[in-house]
């Protein structure tokens, strides 16, 4: 008598291996995610400028005896990657006059700029852009100071021309003024910063994405080469 043979195994699609593929798609996903925020990292790192990423020059120019950017809030709550003093780095700023008249440049506790400046004319920035880089601002009426702004004993940072500081977490004012005092300020602008936080990210993300896409890996494959199987009717 001849034997009669069984027909191959087949697999089944069962809910549990849909589910594996469903939770490797999104860990797959969320890695992909990662991947273009590292590959963005890497591109934005090779922008900067002898290690900074900068913005200017820009022209600037005021009617009063200062520029100011009021209250560079640096420091808060939440993870020390994104909120510690090493999330700027080193900020240098540049300021070429464009009226033969020396341009100071100084940074300070925001308090004590305030109190400087009280009664001073000057204009405030209340907004400024990137890419081009342009400030808005907003004239504030008053006299000249009472004294020259390199006299002031405050600034945890200052310079005629240049300046660079290492941030550190507080409150701070960045001025802009001639060196002498005077009104009419005048001048060319480039501020930049080594931001060491865009290598953290960058490097943070990348790793993240390959851990995720071997997660993703570990659910899918097995799911997909394997499972159970039934005789043919």
Avoid: C, H
Wanted: net charge negative; hydrophobic share 45%.
């Amino acid at each position: 008598m001849t034997a009669i043979s069984s027909p191959p195994a087949r697999r089944t699609w069962g809910g549990g291996r849909t589910v594996l593929v469903v939770v490797g798609g999104l860990f797959g996903m969320v890695s992909l995610i990662l991947f273009a925020i590292g590959g963005f990292g890497l591109w934005a790192q090779q922008q900067r400028d002898n290690g900074s990423f900068t913005v200017g020059p820009e022209r600037v120019t005021t009617s009063t005896s200062a520029l100011l950017a009021p209250s560079l809030d640096i420091g808060g709550t939440g993870p020390d990657a994104f909120y510690s003093d090493d999330f700027l780095g080193e900020v240098q700023i540049d300021a070429t006059s464009k009226n033969g008249t020396p341009v100071f440049i100084g940074i300070g506790p925001a308090a004590e700029v305030a109190a400087y400046l009280k009664g001073v004319g000057y204009d405030e920035v209340a907004d400024f852009d990137v890419d081009p880089f342009k400030l808005s601002t907003t004239a504030r009426a008053g006299d000249k100071p009472a004294a020259a702004p390199a006299d002031q004993s405050f600034w945890v940072a200052g310079g005629t021309g240049s300046v660079r500081w290492n941030a550190t977490g507080g409150d701070w004012s960045v001025v802009i003024m001639n060196a002498d005092g005077s009104s009419n300020v005048d001048a060319e602008l480039s501020m930049g910063a080594t931001l060491p936080v865009v290598e953290g990210i960058t490097i943070g993300s990348l790793i993240g994405g390959v851990v995720l896409l071997i997660i993703a890996a570990a659910f899918i494959v097995p799911a997909v080469v394997t499972g159970p199987r039934r005789a043919g009717a």
